[in-house]
């Protein structure tokens, strides 16, 4: 899982990224992209495999904000699902990506966290908020 | 567009409803490569009120031709 400023998932499940890889930011946070790579192994292809990304604070608690339609919690879920393309040989794993689009969100400081859960295996990238000086 | 062919994408006899149906459903395709199956994702955080990646907005001015 990668942080940068931009990113578009390719449709053959490469990811075009503009500045990966930062871990601090300021507040309001710049928009940006969570990028986030999969090999999917050979006897997982040809199901839906949920996925599921959340932003946590500190506490591990899911960020929300308030929007002009009530609180709204920072994430989003998806459910992805490859199949196994023709000549390839068995047993090798399959590149997908997921991508998510964040717009700026007003943060106070601290730690965060970008978590996904995909299927049974959870993986974060974390990022700190700097205070004003 | 280059390599539709007649008979090709589609039936001598199909309508063309269900022609654009089809491309609309994604059961038909321009190219080859749009064929495979899809491994990549693109998704967006939406928050009312607030503006998000991908949104545009009309300039606040107005631009007016002069010759």
Redesign the interface.
């Known amino acids: 899982m990668i942080l940068c400023d931009?990113?578009?998932?390719?449709?053959?499940?490469?990811?075009n990224m503009l500045g990966a890889g930062w871990s601090l930011t300021t507040s309001p946070t710049a928009?940006h992209?969570v990028a986030i790579l999969i090999k999917v192994p050979w006897d997982r292809t040809n199901q839906q495999i949920p996925l599921i990304l959340e932003l946590v604070d500190s506490d591990g608690r899911q960020v929300a904000?308030q929007?002009?339609?009530g609180e709204?919690k920072?994430?989003?879920a998806?459910g992805?699902e490859?199949?196994r393309?023709a000549g390839v040989v068995a047993g090798t794993p399959?590149?997908?990506?997921?991508?998510?689009?964040?717009?700026?969100l007003p943060l106070t400081s601290g730690r965060y966290e970008w978590r996904v859960s995909l299927g049974d295996d959870s993986f974060v990238a974390s990022f700190g908020v700097r205070g004003k000086p | 567009m280059g390599r539709m062919k007649r008979g090709e994408f589609y039936e001598e006899d199909e309508s063309i409803e269900d022609i654009t149906a089809a491309f609309a459903g994604g059961d038909k395709f321009l190219t080859e490569a749009?064929a495979?199956?899809?491994?990549?994702?693109?998704?967006?955080?939406?928050?009312?009120?607030?503006?998000?990646?991908?949104d545009t907005y009309l300039a606040p001015v107005a631009c007016v031709h002069r010759s």
């Open positions: 931009a990113a578009v998932a390719d449709p053959t499940g490469k990811v928009p992209a904000l929007t002009s339609d709204q920072i994430g989003g998806a992805i490859v199949g393309p399959i590149d997908a990506s997921f991508v998510l689009n964040v717009p700026s | 749009a495979e199956p899809q491994r990549g994702w693109t998704a967006s955080i939406r928050l009312p009120g607030r503006a998000s990646p991908g």
